[in-house]
């Protein structure tokens, strides 16, 4: 009988059974079809070089896993480990991930004008959001782990690639999340004007930096219902604002333009901020309960709510104010106080304080766990991997948070600058790559697969490759020195501390598990793709990959199962 690999149903409890000592685990159905799917069997000798991974084959019972061993290997560790994300608190994630709420759109109208912030939240979320949001949910229920888009690259392109996505992803992640304690602070000032001077605001943020990540090292599941709260308080003032604000609003305001006063690189690069990060959630897939299911409907969801955050506050504000110039930091409280009293301003800032706080956790979940996933598939140091008691990355929440306290001296316009510069380099690359795969590799087994044919896809990316290369460009145009000197910084370093790093590894210099990244690549079509639809050659002939890759012989090496390329 020919046996074939499939993906696991994990509508019955699963069982793992180790082949290096013959015991079989039970493990729940609370584990998803991201810690099982299609791979290749191998003996006990075989198991470093493709560690944890599980293959069930057709003409086996239901639930009877053959496994290399889980303990110790990097797949095993996250098929381990309970998951704690549901559909909620992952909405909550990505919507502070994203936005945290309409603070940002004050310097849209005022940099920008009414007219052009309001088509900006209509027309953005068309050609950037939603094709970002799709591309996520297909790739990250493609390879549901938390190396994310480092995963996907890596697939696409080869471990070089993977790394510099990463690694401008991580750089741009941190750099975004040190805007947010400097915002905090800027509320703060009003009441306490000591924090104007050097050395309190820098004590202040240092302080602050460390007691969020703190909240951050106690779980992912405290971080995630902490989420869900932090949005309802965080969104409810505006709308009672919009509520109460409607019956005043002046539509005519909404078309003001003064085409003369249009800063353009820095209304671009404000309206980019509000509405960029849908893949940074990728970095958790490894934690989220059932994510071939949830991503989808969450990334749905917090589009929908992300829009409306903006949208909604924003044209009802644009509609009772007749000034653009007045919108500068905080007049968010200025129109609730307008339109509902001092009790919506207090409140408007109060929630304006909460929403820095749950988007600096939702941004150091995403950069530390991105740490954890590259190392554990070999791109960095081993000790990233290395989890506290409460499950989450130590170090990287560690290396995460100097990194953030290292910019606590930064204004929010530089670093809004220097974040979309490295945001874009990776934000191409993962754009090409999903490109590629469904070119290359069109058998890839896609849980969600973006309901259009490549030829679309690809033509639907277009606005937003050019949007990109855009904010790209236009500072090395207007002679933006910082953004250029900065660019310049990031890719030479990038290209440079990947072969570093490897180089560490092959003299030993530093630990790093025994997956290397080159090994990565041929795992994750092992561990995701169907069989190769030309392996019927390798099936007829019963050589020992072959019987290496379906179980069979006893345990030849394992033979990655790639989809077959076109062309």
């Known amino acids: 009988m020919t046996v074939t690999p499939r993906r696991l149903s994990v509508e019955e409890p699963i069982l793992l059974s180790n082949v290096s000592n013959g015991s079989e685990v039970e493990l729940s159905d609370s584990l998803e079809p991201a810690d099982f799917h299609l791979a290749t069997g191998h003996s006990p000798r075989h198991a470093s070089r493709h560690p944890g991974v599980a293959t069930i084959h057709e003409g ?10 889980a303990s110790g290997s990097p797949r ?16 909550a994630l990505i919507f502070f991930d994203v936005s945290g709420g309409p603070f940002g759109i004050e310097d849209a109208v005022s940099r920008g004008a009414p007219l052009l912030a309001v088509l900006g939240f209509i027309i953005l979320p068309i050609i950037w959001s939603v094709p970002e949001a799709l591309v996520t949910a297909e790739l990250a229920t493609t390879f549901p782990e938390n190396s994310g888009y480092v995963a996907w690259v890596t697939a696409a392109f080869g471990p070089f690639w993977g790394f510099q996505k990463g690694f401008y992803a991580w750089v741009s992640g941190v750099i975004d999340n040190a805007v947010y304690p400097v915002l905090f602070l800027e509320y703060l000032q009003a009441v306490w004007p000591v924090l104007e001077s050097f050395w309190p605001r820098l004590i202040f943020l240092v302080g602050l930096n460390f007691a969020l990540s703190y909240l951050n090292y106690r779980g992912l599941h405290v971080v995630g219902e902490a989420a869900i709260g932090m949005t309802i308080f965080t969104l409810l003032p505006f709308l009672a604002m919009v509520l109460l604000g409607l019956p005043h609003v002046q539509p005519s305001n909404w078309v003001k333009v003064d085409w003369d006063t249009v800063e353009w690189l820095p209304f671009l690069n404000v309206m ?23 991503f989808p409907r969450a990334l749905f969801g917090a589009v929908i709510l992300v829009v409306c955050s903006y949208l909604l506050p924003l044209l009802v504000g644009l509609g009772v104010t007749s000034d653009p110039s007045a919108w500068q930091s905080g ?11 001092s009790w919506l301003a207090w409140w ?5 304080a909460v929403s820095q706080i749950g988007q600096f956790e939702a941004e150091m979940c995403s950069d530390s766990y991105q740490l954890l996933g590259m190392s554990e598939r070999g791109f960095l140091p081993s000790i990233f991997h290395h989890r506290s008691k409460y499950g989450t990355p130590t170090f990287g929440i560690l290396a995460s948070s100097l990194g953030v306290m290292g910019l606590a001296t930064f204004n929010f316009q530089t670093i809004v600058d220097l974040v979309n510069c490295a945001y874009c380099l990776g934000q191409l690359l993962e754009f090409v790559a999903f490109i590629w795969l469904r070119i290359k590799y069109p058998a890839l087994i896609r849980p969600f697969r973006v309901p259009l044919p490549t030829w679309a896809c690809a033509l639907a990316l277009v606005p937003a490759c050019i949007l990109l290369l855009g904010l790209i460009v236009v500072p090395w145009v207007v002679g933006d020195l910082s953004v250029i000197i900065f660019t310049i910084v990031v890719v030479v370093v990038g290209a440079v501390l ?3 790093l490897q180089a560490a590894r092959h003299r030993g210099w530093l630990g790093f598990h025994d997956t290397t990244p080159t090994a990565f690549k041929e795992m994750l079509f092992a561990m995701y793709s169907p069989v ?5 050659d390798m099936r007829s002939s019963g050589s020992q990959e072959w019987q290496g890759l379906v179980g069979g012989g006893g345990g030849g090496a394992a033979l990655p199962s790639y989809s077959a390329p076109r062309g």
């Open 331 to 341: 007049y968010l409280a200025v129109i609730g106080e307008k339109v509902g009293g």
């Open 76 to 91: 095993g560790s996250m098929a381990a480990h309970a998951k704690p994300l549901s559909l909620l608190p992952l909405v």
């Open 60 to 69: 086996e019972e239901r639930g009877s896993v053959r496994s290399g061993s």
């Open 532 to 536: 190769d639809e030309d392996a019927s």
């Open 348 to 352: 408007i800032v109060a929630s304006a």
């Open 272 to 294: 980019f901020w509000c509405l960029n990060y849908w893949d940074s959630v990728s970095t958790l897939a490894g934690e989220v309960q059932n994510p071939t299911k949830t």
């Open 498 to 500: 990947h072969p570093l």
